[in-house]
């Protein structure tokens, strides 16, 4: 007969698996006299800084719900990489740990290359804290040249309330400046980057009132999808599509797609691509 899938204590599980995945060989410890692979469990209980019965206890199952600092140390002493670590909590706590934000170093060339393959939608990938660190070339000749900005100056919100342009471009400034304030604020506190953001908020509550003023309602919002009315400098008035998508395994990543809402739009994107690779 087939082994179950599950032992009825799937914690204890995947501790004791990943446990006996770890060579004792690469912490320094003594390969004498081990009957199984891997750790002891009182060697994961010094690692951890947890003592041994309690640790025995967890791998059976009793004891009670580990608290977040115990999974973290547990998960720190079993070198979990960032999935294991949320697999860990949602079968020891049912949620997923907090987050710890990570700055972007920018994407991967594969991903560059899902942007470019959109060629007649501007698409934009985007940090947590709204700096645009990828974009493909339609985004460059609707949106703006992403390009010819210092990396510092790529950020949404400075863009918004610091860029005359910028500003002019947008149908209706306040309504879209509120939206991207309010779904910043999620955003960064959904990632753990509260604390980041804290240097560029001030120094745009000095810079613009409006933002200050905007700040200081505390608004929340979600990117989503909806429709961005555009003044574009050569074409005039173009309609968008937009949608925002998680991108896997990079929580401090979102990728907005805006998908020229007409056939006539389309038409002028390409134009502008045609245009801007002849020049």
């Given at each position: 007969m087939d082994a179950p899938l599950t032992d009825g204590n799937a914690l204890g599980a995947f501790l004791r698996?990943?446990?006996c995945r770890l060579d004792a060989a690469a912490f320094g410890l003594p390969m004498t006299r081990r009957r199984t692979p891997g750790l002891r469990?009182?060697?994961?209980?010094?690692?951890?800084?947890?003592?041994?019965?309690?640790?025995t206890w967890l791998e059976q199952g009793r004891g009670g719900a580990p608290s977040a600092d115990v999974l973290d140390r547990i998960a720190r002493a079993l070198m979990l990489t960032d999935v294991e670590r949320e697999h860990l909590f949602l079968l020891g706590l049912g949620r997923l740990p907090e987050v710890h934000y990570r700055e972007s170093d920018g994407v991967?060339?594969?991903?560059?290359?899902?942007?470019d393959a959109l060629e007649l939608s501007p698409a934009i990938i985007k940090t947590a804290t709204w700096d645009i660190i990828a974009w493909n070339r339609a985004a460059a000749v609707v949106l703006g040249d992403y390009g010819a900005r210092p990396p510092r100056e790529r950020n949404v919100l400075r863009m918004?309330?610091?860029?005359p342009a910028v500003r002019a471009r947008q149908l209706d400034w306040e309504s879209v400046a509120r939206f991207v304030v309010a779904t910043f604020r999620a955003d960064a506190v959904r990632a753990g980057a509260a604390g980041n953001v804290e240097a560029m908020v001030n120094e745009l509550s000095r810079a613009s009132p409006e933002f200050a003023a905007m700040w200081r309602e505390k608004e929340v919002g979600h990117h989503g999808e909806g429709t961005k009315l555009l003044r574009h400098p050569t074409l005039g008035l173009m309609s968008l599509e937009y949608s925002a998508f998680a991108v896997d395994g990079r929580p401090d990543l979102s990728m907005v797609i805006y998908n020229p809402a007409t056939p006539e739009v389309a038409a002028e994107v390409k134009r502008l691509i045609g245009a801007a690779n002849a020049g």
């Open positions: 698996d990943r446990r469990r009182e060697e994961v209980a010094q690692r951890a800084n947890v003592s041994v019965t309690w640790y991967s060339p594969r991903l560059q290359r899902v942007l918004m309330f610091c860029d």
